[in-house]
Antibody, heavy 119, light 106 residues
Framework: VQLVQSGAEVKKTGESLRISCTAS????????INWVRQTPGKGLEWMGR????????SYNPSFQGHVTFSVDRSTNTAYLQWSSLQASDTAMYYC?????????????WGQGSLVIVSS | IQMTQSPSSLAASVGDRVTITCRAS??????LNWYQQRPGRAPNLLIF???SLQSGVPSRFNGSGSGSIYTLTINSLQPEDFATYFC?????????FGQGTKLEIK
């Protein structure tokens, strides 16, 4: 199992951005993909999750309306998208595969995508 | 659900046993996971369901607890164990993380 994320991005406030997470080594539609933000000030924050089989998404209310999750099953890729970046979006972003046996856990993680937003 | 880890940092020596505690604002019914994060790396799953050891994780890592209080114990610390540890609940959405415990070499 491997999740490979897109590279670092430097953007301006108000710009749009889409970062990617490409999965391999397992049947992509069988698992949800979660997105996690990490900053020095707030630590790890769970942003939400998307079902790779049907694109059904669940968002943390703290991020609802500001980000959008999507998947492309033809390329086994999940995406995290912003339409209008803010300086506070500067962070490292991780995708992670969710496995479940009753309990939900993030058993494989991407290497992270650093996003820097400046004015 | 609020998650509070203690301590926020901890200094120990190779060979020591250390315990990290995670307290939730409500009963998690064992829907609690632990992750290790080394500097510059992504988090790595250690324990799921409060006490189940993830495949490939050394047996010196042990998770326990119930209700709203859970602990991660590392027996006989090894040099590679000096890292930051996070708890995360998965009882309901949003799946909140604790703020982390940084384990440093004494």
């Amino acid at each position: 199992v491997q999740l490979v994320q897109s590279g670092a991005e430097v953007k301006k406030t108000g710009e749009s951005l889409r970062i990617s997470c490409t999965a391999s080594g397992y049947h992509f539609p069988f698992y949800w993909i979660n997105w996690v933000r990490q900053t020095p000030g707030k630590g790890l924050e769970w942003m939400g999750r998307i079902d790779a089989s049907d694109s059904h998404s669940s968002y943390n209310p703290s991020f609802q309306g500001h980000v959008t999750f999507s998947v492309d099953r033809s390329t086994n890729t999940a995406y995290l998208q912003w339409s209008s970046l803010q300086a506070s979006d500067t962070a490292m972003y991780y995708c992670a595969r969710e496995s479940s046996n009753g309990n939900v856990q993030l058993d494989h993680w991407g290497q992270g995508s650093l996003v820097i937003v400046s004015s | 659900i609020q998650m509070t880890q203690s301590p926020s940092s901890l200094a120990a020596s190779v060979g020591d046993r250390v315990t990290i505690t995670c307290r939730a604002s409500q009963n998690l019914h064992n829907f609690l996971n632990w992750y290790q994060q080394r500097p510059g790396r992504a988090p790595n799953l250690l324990i799921f369901g409060a006490s189940s050891l993830q495949s490939g994780v050394p047996s010196r890592f042990n998770g326990s607890g119930s209700g709203s209080i859970y602990t991660l114990t590392i027996n006989s610390l090894q040099p590679e164990d000096f890292a930051t540890y996070f708890c995360q609940h998965s009882y309901n959405s949003p799946y909140t993380f604790g703020q982390g415990t940084k384990l440093e070499i004494k």
